[in-house]
């Protein structure tokens, strides 16, 4: 866990072509999401002893913020005048909509959602892929049937004895290998790898701020790690990403690795508060998790309410 360690542009590209070059699932195709065989999935079922449901998502944020400035909207749409009939029947409907990529709300990023060099993941050409009806390939239908397999919950804080990594915090690739040895687990092909740095905590008891100028999350090397490991997606109470960067021509390097080069999946925002205490007390930190966006055929991600099944 450091503050600082810069990486500077030309060792970030080099990074980038060694992580692309290597991607598990290949330049094309369903791209990370390829290294969950269904074996995979028959192995993370037997991780069910217990039966317990937990929920990896937060509250979606429906008030502004200081890392909200566009939150959600909800409200009643019927009855009118939010007063229903005396007498017969009647029925109350409601309206919702969100900015999927904020910094607040429980997220998936598809491999559309990411830009570089003018290229999506694959080298395919983001102007041939976008446009304002959305995107004609690597967007979050790659994921229509749902995401589940083995999730792997890797506690920074805890490793380090602390409720949560304050922002700035770099989390590294020796960080998640002494989180796994310490939790006694491996990450291995296929796996949903979920890294706590305990923003979420932090803000439910410290309150909201701008996260856009600092907030902790992974240094870009650490994503050798990830890499080296094979998952599948890979998720995070934060945001995946420090502020400020690592990289200071990059805002986001680690979605650059993820998304671009690895065509990895990005879980954002997500908590987990309740689904961590269980872990420690019943000291195993793998289950069955289940990922199921929304069918937004040509969105560039979704809300989504992960399911940890212990």
Known sequence: MRTSDAMSEADFRSLHRRLRDKAPGGRAGRGALETITGTQVLAAVREVRSGRAVSL???????????????????????ASGHPRARGLDFARD??????????????????????DGT???????????????????????????????????????????????????????????????????VGRGDILLV???????????????????????????????????????GSDGNNDTAPSAVREVGFPVHVLAVHAMGLPLLDYLRFEDLAPVCAREGRWTFLCVIAPLLLPSATGSPVNPLAIL
Request: hydrophobic letters at 45%.
């Open 57 to 79: 998502a937060a509250p979606v944020n429906t008030r502004i913020a200081p890392d909200d400035a566009d939150p959600a909207e909800h409200r009643l749409t019927a009855p």
């Open 95 to 116: 309206r919702f909509a969100m900015n999927i990529h904020g910094d607040v709300d429980s997220h998936l990023d598809a491999l559309c959602h990411v830009i570089y």
């Open 120 to 186: 999506l993941h694959g080298g395919l050409s983001a102007a041939d892929v976008l446009s304002p009806d959305g995107a004609d390939a690597l967007s979050v239908d790659l994921a229509r049937d749902g995401i589940v397999g083995r999730g792997v919950l890797l506690d920074i804080p805890r490793l380090h004895g602390v409720p949560w990594l304050e922002p700035g915090s770099h989390v590294t690739a020796d960080d998640l290998a002494a989180a796994e040895a310490e939790q006694g687990l491996r």
């Open 196 to 234: 706590r740095v305990g923003h979420r905590l932090r803000r439910e008891e410290l309150g909201p701020w701008d996260v856009s100028g600092a907030r902790a999350g992974l240094h870009p090397g650490a994503m050798e790690f990830v890499a080296e490991r094979e998952v599948s997606v890979l």
